[in-house]
Structures are given as C-alpha cells and as structure tokens.
C-alpha cells in the first residue's frame, strides 16, 4: 500500500485545525446535494426524460449513491486526510491513479460549483424581478442564452471564496443555518404541495418512448437518473473534510450515509409533488418549484420558494468550492501541484491562496458557460470517481489493518456501487464521454510533465 507523509519543515503551511463535528458535517453534505439537483434539474430531467418517473431516476441514484456511501465512510474512518478520493486513491493505487482521480474532481467541483451559480442567477433575478427590477440583458446570462456575461453568478462565487478563505468554522456554521433554513421550506413544499396534487398528472407514470434512447420510457428513467445524479454530488464534500473532523472514525460515516439519506427522501418527495401540481412537459424552466407553487394559488408562497432555492443553490455552491480547494490542497501536499495550492494561511488557517485562484476561475466559467453545458459534465465525473471509491475500497480490506467502519455486505457492496455507477454513466450522451476523455487526456499531459516528477515528500 502506497503512503504519504509531510516533513516536519512543511507542517506548519500543511496543518489544519479540526474544527468540524458530526452534525457539521451532515449539514455539509445537505447542503452541497440540495441544491440545483432539486430547485432546477429535476424540472429539466422530469420535461426531457422521465416524466413522473423521475421519481424513479432520484431512487436509482439513491440506491448508487447509498452502496457508494458506505464505501466513502469505510474509507474516511479508515484514510482521514483531506482530499476525498485523490487521497484514497493515492493510498491504495498508487500516485497514477491518484492524479487521474484528483484531476476529474477538480472538473467535478469547479463545474459543480459554476453551474449551481448559473441557477442560483436565475433565482436571483427572477425574484428581483417581482419587485421589478431587472438587470440588462448584457449582465443577466452568458453568451448563447441572450447575454455577454451572467454578472450575479460570478459575484456569488467571488463573495462565497471570500468567506471559505476566511476559515473553515466560520463557512460550516454559515452553511449549518442556510441549510436548516431551506429543509424547513423544502418541506413546507412537499407538505402544502401534496394537498394539491393532481394524480392524473402521474398518468402515464412512466411516458412512452419516442423511439430516441432517454426520451421518456425505461430509457429515459435511466438517462434521468444521469443527468439527475448531479444533484447527490455534495455528499463526497463530506469525505474531503475528514482531515478537519474532531473524531473522523464516528462523524465521517454519520456525515455520509446521513447526508445521502436525508437528501434522497427530499428529491423523491419533491419530485412526486413537483409532477403532480403541474404538467412534466412544462417544467423545462429555470424555476421549476416556482412555476409550481403559482399552481397552488397561495398568495406569496411561491416568493418563499425563491427564497429557500437562493439558500440552497447558495450552500450547494459553497460546499462544492470548499471540496474542489481541499482537493488542491491534497494534491499541493503531495507536490503533485505548485506549492500555492497548499500554503495554509497564517491568520485564517486555510489554503487561501489556492482557494483565491480556484474562485477567481469558477467565477469566469459561471460568468460565460450555459448551465446546460455543464451539468452532465459534473454528473460523469462524480460517477468516476465513485467507481475508484469502490475499487480503492476492495484494495485496502486486502491490504489488511483496522477498520473503524467497515461497510456491510462484504464484497458484494463495492462491487455492486461499481455496476450501478457503470450503468448510470452508459445512460449519458456520448459527447459527455467525449469531454471527460478530452480532460482527462490534458490532466496525463500535465502530470506527464510536472506531477509524476515530484513525488511526495516522505
């Protein structure tokens, strides 16, 4: 098994403070899974794909995402460094695949990150605009949707970089509250929403195809679930905090399978409620819980919807900038990256020069990307690095050692986490595998070049 240590004379820029508790990191991982996945995807995917069967796609992907889960908190009892799965990676298969796994989740979180931000813009500006006020066109969305540049999501993510380069107690307490806050609307949704169902709208349950893989049918149940699987990305946010969790062997596999859980019950509630107040062929919006809050008729709820979807795309953003910067930092640590990435900062006792780089950046790709560019992006490369979650799982019980956690099932759950993943990425377009093997074909060039020449400092 492959280790990696840090010099005394490096301890002090590498060092964070444990800081983050079991609830913390609950919060953490609700507050990264809900957010564009239930406030504007599920619209899009229920229009596009499944229907009412969407309900189906979000248990697909609970079922995926609970198998893989348990492999996270297997490992994050078992490894607790920062890094989620570049640092599994690296301790189990070597510096390779580490790089290969570490460069996909840098796509992963910047895109996640970049596409909740476009959401969360038009949220934004939907709400300012029943007070009428409207920004210009210019500044409202990127090019190809009517604009030069979406101002709002670049701002968002700029103001969120600041507050992570502040401290890691300070943004989990802010995202603790946010996070409490829009559950608490989630559910007034699901409450008022299902005393006006139309379950006529539920027929039929699962549309017919149209003769096009993933356009309604079982197809497109499967292909939903792809494109939904973006939304249960924030739960890996909570592996890579386990470096700063006071008792990672008992508040890591909490946080996980916690978050996963919690999460998959609001997305199937929210989208059997979603396609029984309005028709699954109208909600191919920006604000699709909007639009059917408008169906209740209940004066000003549907401002509170707003309301509640700014606080989860907020905190959904975040937590996916929080974990793209723990996943440099690792990366920096193991010199596998420049230094920059991992220099902690004297006051604020975070990496904040790599934190600073990484937001400036997400803001320009939120600035000028359509939301829909992004999304399925994010989708295939959580998938991929799910699959090495459960190889790195089966590697280390050879290897031997203590095991605080150990998932149930023996063999069967990693590799059942493998076939489900497999299966929800062979449901995506093949221009998203295009634009995987393009990334990662540039991150072998880069590692090619720099990584592989620096090994870790022992």
Same mark, same amino acid.
């Given at each position: ?20 508790? @079991? ?22 995917? @229920? ?53 290969? =796994?570490?460069?996909?989740? =840098?796509?992963?979180?910047? #895109?996640?990150?970049?596409? =909740? $931000? ?167 919006? $920006?604000?699709? #819980? ?40 690792? #990366?920096?640590?193991?010199? #596998?990256?420049?230094? =920059? ?84 990425? @062979? ?28 090994? $870790?400092?022992?």
């Amino acid at each position: 098994m492959t280790g990696h240590t840090t010099s005394t004379a490096l301890t002090a820029d590498f060092a964070l403070p444990k800081t983050v508790g @079991a609830f913390h990191l609950v919060c953490l991982g609700i507050g990264a899974t809900i957010g564009a996945g239930i406030f504007v995807l599920t619209g899009t995917a @229920a229009a596009q794909h499944a229907g009412p069967g969407l309900t189906l796609s979000f248990v697909l992907g609970g079922i995926a995402c609970g198998l893989v889960a348990l492999c996270y908190a297997e490992l994050a009892a078992a490894i607790p460094a920062s890094g989620s799965t570049y640092s599994y990676a690296r301790a189990t298969l070597g510096p390779l695949c580490a790089w290969i =796994v570490g460069w996909d989740l =840098v796509l992963e979180f910047a #895109m996640a990150a970049a596409t =909740v $931000a476009v959401g969360w813009s038009g949220y934004v500006q939907s709400l300012l605009g029943d007070f009428g006020l409207r920004l210009p066109p210019a500044l409202a969305s990127a090019e190809g949707k009517g604009g030069l540049l979406n101002l709002p999501a670049a701002l968002m993510i700029l103001a969120l970089t600041i507050l992570l380069i502040r401290g890691t107690k300070e943004s989990t307490g802010v995202n603790a509250v946010l996070v409490v806050l829009k559950v608490a609307i989630i559910l007034a949704f699901v409450g008022i929403g299902a005393w006006h169902v139309n379950v006529a709208l539920w027929s039929p349950y699962v549309p017919a195809n149209t003769g096009t893989f993933g356009e309604f049918g079982w197809s497109g149940v499967l292909r939903g679930a792809g494109v939904v699987f973006f939304a249960f990305v924030g739960f890996e946010t909570v592996s890579t905090a386990a470096a700063e969790t006071r008792d990672p062997q008992r508040d890591a596999p909490i946080g996980l399978i916690g978050s996963v859980a919690i999460s998959t019950l609001l997305y199937v509630a929210v989208a059997a409620v979603l396609t029984g107040l309005v028709s699954y062929s109208s909600l191919n919006v $920006a604000d699709p #819980m909007a639009k059917a809050t408008d169906a209740i008729g209940i004066g000003g709820f549907s401002l509170l919807i707003k309301v509640g979807a700014i606080l989860g795309l907020t905190t959904s953003v975040l937590t996916a900038l929080y974990g793209q910067g723990r996943i440099l930092y690792a #990366m920096a640590r193991d010199r #596998m990256l420049p230094p =920059v990435f991992g220099q902690v900062h004297s006051r604020f006792r975070t990496p904040a020069k790599g934190q600073a780089l990484v937001g400036g950046l997400t803001a320009v790709v939120a600035a000028f990307t359509p939301i829909d560019v992004l999304g399925e992006l994010v989708s295939i490369g959580t998938l991929l690095a799910f699959v090495v979650v459960c190889i790195a799982v089966m590697v280390l019980r050879r290897a031997g050692g203590p095991r605080p956690f150990r998932a149930p099932g023996g063999a069967a759950t990693p590799m059942l986490g493998i076939i489900a993943c497999l299966a929800l990425m @062979a449901g995506l377009p093949l221009e998203t595998w295009a634009r995987l093997g393009l990334w990662l074909g540039l991150g072998l060039a880069i590692y090619a070049v720099y990584g592989r020449r620096r090994p $870790a400092v022992a």
